[in-house]
Nanobody, 115 residues
């Protein structure tokens, strides 16, 4: 059983920064994709950024140049560095892992950006 545990959310003023962490436990995979999604009230969950075990990254257009996704294979952890935060970044951020044709989700962490 794989568990994803997120941390690092909180309240920040516009223009500020936060770093989210997502640690995977229970199994290790040689090939996987991990990513961050977010869901604002009344909106659909959307991809923010993803990274593969090979190091390939993908970003939503709305966060390019502001957010950086990275991974630490030794710690089974993926990070999302969020800079120049905007009020429209306010959402619950979820970590997702896809490995061996299975999908795993974390419980979510709230990010609130005040104007």
């Amino acid at each position: 059983q794989v568990q994803l545990v997120e941390s690092g959310g909180g309240l920040v003023q516009a223009g500020g920064s936060l770093r989210l962490s997502c640690e995977a436990s229970g199994r290790t995979f040689s090939s996987y994709t991990m990513g961050w999604f977010r869901q604002a009230p009344g909106k659909q969950r959307e991809l923010v950024a993803s990274v593969t075990s090979a190091g390939n990254t993908e970003y939503a257009d709305s966060v390019k140049g502001r957010f950086t996704i990275s991974r630490d294979g030794a710690k089974n952890t993926v990070y999302l560095q969020m800079n120049s935060l905007k009020p429209e970044d306010t959402a619950v951020y979820f970590c997702k892992m896809v490995a061996d044709f299975n999908i795993y989700w974390g419980q979510g962490t709230q990010v609130t950006v005040s104007s």
